[in-house]
């Protein structure tokens, strides 16, 4: 599971993400844009505890998780699991999801496979569907270090794989996808792609 132990984090991540600290400033703010979003049949990749559930209103949602830990407390608090699958290889068909959404997970995606991720989540949309990703990212690489001095945060950014924009925008254009931008806060945005008409 690489460098971070997400089956013990399970149990205290709920009360983690209540700290006001960079990563999480405005955590619930950014499940209600992404909640708000979401239609028809939804994914979620990396779902972790299911924080997302309490803002909701699709017909349908699967979550995917990893961690057998996270997919325990999921079960826990929701009376159902997610499914065991991770952003290389989800376990649902092609063409079957109205809305792919990710919070605070696409950074655990290293750089060089971002791209298969997205390619990935586009196997399994149907035609007209979207992903969206919320997430800690930067504009650029240099935003990112200048950021990261500024803030006195390099180490612990560079201790993950946050995407920038100009990445995103790169790897949108190469497989044809629409994308725009919000962001939330200084660290965090939430990005909708789909497929150009
Ligand atoms: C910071 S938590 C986010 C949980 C939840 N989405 C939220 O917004 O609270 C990151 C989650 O991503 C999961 N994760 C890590 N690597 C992953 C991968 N390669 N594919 C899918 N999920 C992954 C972890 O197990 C963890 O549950």
Not at 58 to 68: L, N
Not at 131 to 145: L, N, P, Q, T
Not at 183 to 191: A, D, H
């Amino acid at each position: 599971m690489g460098k971070w132990d997400f089956d013990n984090w399970a149990e205290s991540y709920d009360e983690d993400v209540k700290t006001d600290d960079w990563i999480h400033r405005d955590y619930l703010t950014v499940l209600k844009l992404v909640a708000e979003r979401a239609k028809g049949l939804v994914v979620d990749i990396g779902c972790g505890t299911g924080n997302i559930l309490g803002f909701l209103n699709c017909e349908e949602y699967i979550g995917v998780e990893p961690s057998a830990g996270m997919r325990g407390k999921f079960l826990g608090k929701h009376g159902f699991e997610p499914l065991n699958g991770h952003f290389l290889a989800l376990p649902l068909p092609d063409g079957s999801v109205d809305t792919v959404i990710t919070t605070y997970a696409f950074h655990h995606v290293p750089d060089e496979e971002k791209e298969d991720a997205i390619r990935e989540m586009l196997r399994v949309l149907k035609p007209g569907g979207k992903i969206i990703i919320a997430d800690v990212m930067f504009e650029s690489e240099e935003e990112k270090r200048r950021i990261g001095e500024m803030d006195g945060i390099t180490e612990e950014i560079e201790d993950e794989y946050f995407a920038t924009v100009d990445g995103l925008k790169e790897i949108s254009a190469r497989l044809g996808l629409e994308c725009r931008f919000q962001r939330v806060n200084r660290y965090v945005w939430v990005e909708e792609m789909k497929r150009a008409t």
